[in-house]
């Protein structure tokens, strides 16, 4: 069955450093790909996605890029602010899987500190 | 507009009690998704509904676990019976239409604590 595999947090970081967060999925068909972020207190909501091989999603300066050759789907940019501090999930639908239902990595917790 | 709602967002409940979760989609949005989310098990889908369709129930845990969706619109999270185990955020999503890479819209939550 499809999966999605994102590295373990917490993941702690200074203002204004670089951030990286992993993600690689196994799927059967073709999937589409997602990042969602929940902030603390509030709900899920959709930070970013991509639909095909080689796309590339960004918002609020981050970026991820669909790569079918290594399937990963990295989060990344490249100057944190303390706001950015959630927990960030990384995850794919897949048409094959039945549907537009989502399957969630783990998530990973970021902490950007002053 | 208005997003995708639900209520309660908190319920104490007595283990073997039964409990009714609400879900409000967006209004037009023909696909309405159900998930939970537990310290265990992370985010796990549970059920799916696509416009007239059968509903994809392929997510459920138990048979103790059972969900309609009246007029196309609002939805309904029965459990029954319930367990410590089904303490959780049960979360509610909604799309304009199933198609894969829909973006999915969520609401708060109901966080359900089974004592």
Known sequence: ?114 | GAGVSQSPSNKVTEKGKDVELRCDPISGHTALYWYRQSLGQGLEFLIYFQGNSAPDKSGLPSDRFSAERTGGSVSTLTIQRTQQEDSAVYLCASTLTGVTGDTQYFGPGTRLTVL
């Open chain 1, 1 to 114: 069955g499809d999966s999605v595999t994102q590295m373990e947090g917490p993941v702690t970081l200074s203002e204004e450093a670089f951030l990286t967060i992993n993600c690689t999925y196994t799927a059967t068909g073709y999937p589409s790909l997602f990042w969602y972020v929940q902030y603390p207190g509030e709900g899920l909501q959709l930070l970013l996605k991509a639909t095909k091989a080689d796309d590339k999603g960004s918002n609020k300066g981050f970026e991820a890029t669909y790569r079918k050759e290594t399937t990963s789907f990295h989060l990344e940019k490249g100057s944190v602010q303390v706001s950015d501090s959630a927990v960030y999930f990384c995850a794919l639908s897949d048409l094959t899987g039945g549907g537009n239902k989502l399957t969630f990595g783990t998530g990973t917790q970021l902490k950007v500190e002053l």
